[in-house]
């Protein structure tokens, strides 16, 4: 393999900017015309969840034990919400149509750090839906919990909520994304036809391909005559 010379490598991406940032800009075009006709629009609507103390006297505080409990049980209780127990049960009473792997899809679960708060969201084609799914989540998970550990020290902190606009758009976001990849297809696409350009273009081209020494070359003077410098 032939070594690559940087110099006439980077001159060869100099002499080819005009198709180097043609290859972006349809790159980029493509991208936002994905975006606009082709890319689902998808809601995502979120249900936050609190533990609390275990006591159902609603004037005794939350002890210290409480605490340590109920951060222990976070992790827990994360995999519980996307538990078959806890999904099939959803499923059941919103007559969903999904499947229990198709639903915990899409489900995704998280804690707050340093908190005993879990976050649910949601994601559908449906704002409605993933509504309706975060808040029944929410839900069943509170009375399962109960069943499993019988202990009343998970409540509904926010509800969710229909959500107007798609998660999936960011504009800024895609448009960022497209350039570097038509950055990246340019560079390639280029670099693909500096390696295999087996043309002489220069002197140097000659001596380093052959290895021969040049002692003289022969002006063009056709290009001086086309520019009017020379009659």
Known sequence: MEEL???DLLLY???????????????VTLGCLYSVFL???????K????????????TSSITQSDLTVNSKLVSTYKEI???????NQVIENLKLEYGTSELAKMISVGAIKDTEIIEISVTDAS????????????????KEAKDLYNLSNVSILDS???????SNFNISKQVILYVGAGVAVAIFVLFIFYYFDTTIKS??????????????????YTKKKKGGKRK
């Open 5 to 7: 010379d940087i110099k």
């Open 13 to 27: 991406f100099l002499n080819k900017s005009v198709p180097f940032f043609a290859i972006v800009a349809f790159v």
């Open 39 to 45: 890319q689902q629009p998808k809601y995502t609507s």
């Open 47 to 58: 249900t936050s969840i609190i533990l609390t103390g275990f006591s159902s006297n609603e």
């Open 81 to 87: 919400v996307k538990s078959r127990r806890v999904l």
């Open 127 to 142: 704002a409605k839906q993933a509504y309706f799914i975060a808040n029944e989540v929410a839900e069943v998970f509170g």
């Open 160 to 166: 969710a909520e229909i959500e107007d606009y798609p």
């Open 203 to 220: 002197v140097s081209d000659v001596e380093r391909k052959f290895g021969l020494t040049i002692l003289g070359s022969v002006p063009d």
